[in-house]
């Protein structure tokens, strides 16, 4: 597959995978093996569709990374979130049985798992399943799983107090990233379109907005297990104990939930759930670059985040996904064949031929090659997002 902006689309193309229709993501508007045509690609772009995933022979080693997103677990994932939140705006409880989630959640970890030890988010699918809160919840469980299977040592280290093999199972965090809005449905409808990176400025749409984490676990509890109701009810708990809903002791005093006080799952999708807003809610058309994104985490956002998750995220949210095109600071262009679990900001690449008809043989290592770096992508100059080159130290626990 070869990552392509549809403004570089031509005719003869073929699709290398489905492209779901944006105001009904359960439907596709064309299947994988299509041959574009010029009218074709003019109605996409009416339509917003900005990147195609493009049959390239001597890539389809990389058509892997669309196998999750491909996956009937995870448009099922979505059909389920929209009965449920359709069905709380009507009634006090959601009527799709909480065993359907896990069942849904289990089939997708197991898809997951087909792409080995380490999956990777391929971000620019990530908005497929819709922009609305539907596809946005879709979005945080599937980034939450691959952050939870990446850092499964580490979800052993916190929670040492169970078996091994327990404490490592993500199904709860899968399950909680699709409810951790759900309490939103119970909200005045002014109030669906805010987030935590666009919260209401008036003081009492505030204060109702940030119950939406209580008001969903209030729902949940009982229904799923400890782990994911308390993901729910704390993933928008910061790691530098800011944070919300606020919580009471006995005694009256405020109980502040900071660093390992707060659940390692609800950790792991306040960052999917950041991920995704900064992704989905840029100011200008489209979606903001997975590049950008971790900038922005790292800089503006970093102390909210557990710096383990934090560390974690360009490792499976890569800054230059498989398949995508970049331009090389020498001002050749190449394509990314392969991550670099070492560096994800210098991957494996190839380039592209003088005439841009093919590509040379041989990988790069961008890595191992010092002299180059990525220097654009579609464009937009991102080299300065990059972080310098460290010395080889050992990676967090």
């Known amino acids: 597959m070869l990552i392509v ?36 690609i003019g109605r996409l772009g009416d339509l917003g569709i900005n990147v195609l995933y493009i049959d390239y022979p001597d890539l389809r080693e990389l058509d892997q990374h669309l196998l999750p ?60 399943l819709g922009a609305d809160e539907v596809g946005h919840a879709a979005a945080v469980a599937h980034l939450s799983l691959i952050l939870g299977i990446r850092l499964h040592r580490y979800l052993i280290k916190e929670r040492n107090r169970l078996d091994p093999a327990h404490a490592a199972d993500v199904v709860n965090l899968g399950v909680a990233g699709m409810m951790h809005d759900i309490g939103k449905a119970k909200l005045s409808r002014r109030l669906h379109l805010y ?24 729902m949940i509890r009982g229904g799923v297990e400890s782990s994911a109701a308390a993901a729910v009810l704390q993933h928008h708990q910061h790691f530098d104990g800011t944070g919300f809903p606020s919580t009471l002791a006995r005694d009256g005093t405020a109980i502040v939930y900071e660093g390992s006080k707060i659940h390692v799952f609800a950790r792991i999708l306040h960052a999917a759930d950041l991920y995704d807003r900064l992704a989905s809610e840029a100011q200008d058309e489209g979606r903001r670059s997975s590049a950008e994104v971790l900038h922005l985490m790292k800089t503006h956002y970093a102390t909210r985040l557990d710096p383990q998750v934090l560390y974690a995220l360009p490792h ?26 070492d560096d994800p900001y210098r991957p494996f690449i190839r380039r592209f031929t003088s005439d841009g008809a093919g ?38 626990a």
């Open 69 to 128: 997103t491909l996956s009937p677990a995870r448009v099922q994932l979505y059909r389920q979130i929209k009965a449920t939140i359709a069905a709380i705006q009507k009634t006090a409880k959601p009527t799709v049985g909480f065993a359907d989630y896990y069942v849904t959640v289990r089939e997708l970890v197991l898809t997951l798992m087909q792409r080995g030890e380490h999956p990777v988010y391929v971000e620019f699918m990530a908005g497929g």
């Open 359 to 396: 590509l040379e043989p041989g990988g790069i290592s961008l890595a191992a090659d010092g002299a180059l770096e990525v220097e654009s992508v579609g464009g937009v100059v991102v080299r300065h997002l990059i972080p310098a080159r460290a010395s080889k130290k050992a990676a967090p």
């Open 195 to 218: 987030s935590s990176i666009n919260p209401p400025q008036d003081s009492a749409a505030l204060e109702e907005w940030e119950s939406h984490p209580k008001v969903g676990y209030d």
């Open 316 to 341: 499976v949210v890569p800054p230059f996904p498989p398949g995508g095109k970049v331009m090389l600071s020498d001002g050749s262009t190449a394509v990314v064949i392969a991550l670099n679990s």
């Open 5 to 40: 902006p549809l403004q570089e689309a031509k005719p003869g193309m073929k699709l290398a995978a489905n492209v779901p229709h944006p105001a009904d993501p359960e439907n596709d508007l064309l299947k994988a093996g299509f041959v574009l045509e010029e009218s074709i």
